[in-house]
């Protein structure tokens, strides 16, 4: 496919900042709304529809998520109900949770999802039970395994592009990553893409397109609020320095470097961008 034709995935995983990444026992605050309606004004300039994974703590809490973002065009998919890691789960414990993002999205849009995205990219080899159950809860596709060596994260043996799990009909869209020096290298989304120089993460985006493949590209809401964290701590929740750090150091970069995103690449749902929708024929060649 003409590099310039592929359309690659733009992924917002719907959570907000204190609850999903410092501690579910924090509130869900209304700033998820406001950054919500900022990312949607700029999706929106740009025409491009993107993927959301919601959790369904957070669109229970509030409901209004949904709605803003159906009414806009854009796809849900499900990010579970608690935002609780896969490999801490039980079978049985993932099962509930999955079912319960589901009922969620379902009572407030009236659509199933159809793909999912495991919280903090939690499934590994620890926890390849998930697929199957994904499938038994009626989910198509998954985009929740990194390619890489992470701390967290990772399953760096993984295949890099779109397949099928061999425990299960569920079709796996990894989070892309740049193959340098025999290493598989993280860059679209996240920490990365704030942290990185722009000119490294064009050239990646590039650089996968280039050998025929679509890119995932992945973010939150929450990165589009520049003076959250330090707002945060001055009403006093305790944010180390660590996590001031790595989450929010150069958020000012993310709508300057989404811009110009938008403007170099093609960008869609990722149903759309695997042909899911179109009753289960792939687009994408699947290994
Ligand atoms: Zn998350």
Redesign the pocket.
């Known amino acids: 496919m003409p590099e310039d034709k592929i359309v690659n995935c733009m992924t917002i995983?719907l959570?907000d900042w204190l609850h999903?990444?410092v501690s579910t026992s924090y509130p869900i605050t209304t700033r998820v709304i406001h950054n919500v309606e900022r990312l949607l004004r700029l999706l929106e300039r740009y025409r491009v529809r993107a993927t959301f994974?919601a959790?369904g703590k957070v669109c229970e809490k509030f409901p209004i998520l949904l709605n803003m973002i159906t009414t806009a065009g854009h796809e849900i998919g499900s990010?579970g109900y608690a935002?609780e890691p896969v490999f801490m789960l039980t079978p049985e414990a993932f099962r509930d949770d999955i079912r319960r993002s589901i009922d969620v999205i379902v009572s407030q849009t009236g659509t199933a999802p159809k793909g999912y995205?495991a919280?903090?990219f939690s499934i590994d080899q620890r926890c390849l039970w998930a697929g199957p159950i994904l499938t038994e809860c009626g989910l198509a596709y998954s985009s929740s395994i990194f390619p890489i060596r992470g701390k967290r994260y990772g399953m760096p043996d993984a295949p890099r592009w779109p397949h099928r799990w061999k425990e299960c009909d569920l079709v796996e869209f990894p989070l892309t990553t740049v193959r340098i020096l025999g290493k598989n290298l993280p860059m679209c989304g996240g920490g990365y893409f704030r942290l990185l120089p722009w000119p490294i993460l064009s050239w990646a985006i590039g650089k996968v397109n280039r050998e025929g493949h679509p890119a995932v590209v992945y973010m939150?809401p929450y990165e589009m609020d520049v003076y959250e964290v330090n707002n945060l701590k001055r009403q006093g929740y305790p944010i180390s320095m660590k996590k001031r750090f790595m989450q929010s150091l150069f958020r000012s970069r993310i709508h300057g470097r989404l811009n110009r995103m938008f403007q170099l690449y093609r960008f869609g749902p990722m149903a759309e961008v695997l042909g899911i929708e179109r009753s289960q024929e792939r687009r994408l060649v699947l290994s």
């Open positions: 995983d959570e999903g990444a994974f959790l990010h935002h995205r919280p903090g939150h």
